[in-house]
């Protein structure tokens, strides 16, 4: 229910609202010392009316950051690329479901994310206990569960709009609290 209200709000964004709100959003994650220091960041490309994220991966690039997006597996795992630029993203329509634009060189395997400073979560909340409610599609689940196989221990950022701070979203046994919510106002931490 509460992604069903969530996923409602957001469709009612328009781009305008959509590109407003990315370069703070970016200015906010750039400033996050975990991405400060980072080498490798894996992170994805923003759709439809999620918050904006190429000028953050532009930014990433520009400092000299290895950025790996995600590549939509049939299975709804993931696969990793290299961000090579905005040209060089491809335009991928899974099924009947949205299109999204992943990298279109070379195929790292899913457990490229492994080697990762910082992984930047897509969602749609995160409680105050740092708990992130997916779209539920389980595709970030497998990401932290094959991080915790490798004793993998980046830091753990889900980029969000402002209201989508809540009390408390569902938990399941799988779930594991992110270290950072990124919202265009600004940051808050979990323990």
Do not use: C, I
């Amino acid at each position: 229910m509460l992604r069903r209200e969530l996923l409602l709000v957001r469709s009612g964004l328009t781009a305008d609202d959509v590109r407003k709100t990315t370069g703070a959003l970016a200015d906010r994650a750039l400033d996050l010392p975990e991405l400060a220091q980072a080498r490798t960041v894996a992170a994805y490309v923003s759709v439809g009316s999620e918050p904006g994220t190429l000028a953050l991966l532009d930014a990433l690039r520009a400092r000299g950051v290895r950025v790996l997006l995600p590549v939509l597996l049939p299975d709804n795992d993931l696969d990793w690329g290299v961000y090579e630029g905005e040209a060089a993203l491809a335009r991928v329509r899974h099924g009947g479901r949205m299109e999204l634009l992943e990298p279109a060189g070379e195929r790292l395997g899913p457990d490229a994310v492994t080697d990762a400073d910082a992984v930047l979560l897509p969602g749609l909340a995160v409680d105050g206990r740092g708990m992130r409610l997916g779209r539920g599609g389980g595709s970030y689940d497998r990401v932290l569960a094959r991080l915790d196989r490798a004793g993998a221990d980046p830091a753990l950022v889900v980029l969000l709009y402002d209201a989508e701070v809540v009390d408390r979203v569902p938990e399941e046994g799988h779930d594991r609290p992110v270290h950072a919510a990124v919202t265009p106002s600004g940051v808050r931490r979990f323990t």
